[in-house]
């Protein structure tokens, strides 16, 4: 069994780190996926936009708090630019939303949960 827990949206190399998984599970070995597939480089779109404010509206304050900073209220979330994203991490979700298209060429996909991003394939 292979892991790939929160890492695989850090690389660009995607077709690369599937073909090694690949030929170093055994037949009938597993790759286990918790991963982020969402936009690449959280370019979301409007639809996401209005869903997510949308959802920001209705939740109670004490939800809303910035984890980092529990004084601060999140109001509204934002499109972040691709260079805003590159500058805090040049690897940030780089080409997460290939992700699951690639998983489904390089390995037989068993089970897909979208809630939390998990997902399980077999060789």
Same mark, same amino acid.
């Given at each position: 069994?292979?892991?790939?827990?929160?890492?695989?949206?850090?690389?660009?190399?995607?077709?690369?780190?599937?073909?090694?998984?690949?030929?170093?599970?055994?037949?009938?070995?597993?790759?286990?996926?918790?991963?982020? &597939?969402?936009? +690449?480089?959280?370019?979301?779109? *409007?639809?996401? @936009?209005?869903?997510? !404010?949308?959802?920001?509206? #209705?939740?109670?304050?004490?939800?809303?708090?910035?984890?980092?900073?529990?004084?601060?209220?999140?109001?509204?979330?934002?499109?972040?630019?691709?260079?805003?994203?590159?500058? &805090?991490?040049? +690897?940030?979700?780089?080409?997460? *939303?290939?992700? @699951?298209?690639?998983? !489904?060429?390089?390995?037989? #996909?068993?089970?897909?949960?979208?809630?939390?991003?998990?997902?399980?394939?077999?060789?």
């Amino acid at each position: 069994m292979v892991f790939g827990v929160s890492s695989l949206h850090h690389f660009s190399e995607l077709e690369h780190i599937f073909e090694e998984v690949n030929q170093s599970l055994k037949p009938g070995g597993f790759l286990f996926v918790h991963e982020y &597939v969402g936009p +690449s480089r959280f370019q979301w779109t *409007e639809r996401q @936009l209005e869903a997510i !404010n949308g959802m920001l509206k #209705v939740l109670p304050r004490k939800y809303r708090r910035v984890v980092s900073d529990p004084s601060i209220l999140k109001e509204v979330e934002n499109r972040p630019t691709v260079k805003m994203v590159k500058d &805090v991490d040049a +690897s940030e979700a780089i080409r997460s *939303e290939e992700i @699951l298209p690639l998983l !489904n060429k390089h390995f037989r #996909v068993v089970t897909v949960k979208p809630f939390g991003g998990r997902f399980c394939m077999r060789c």
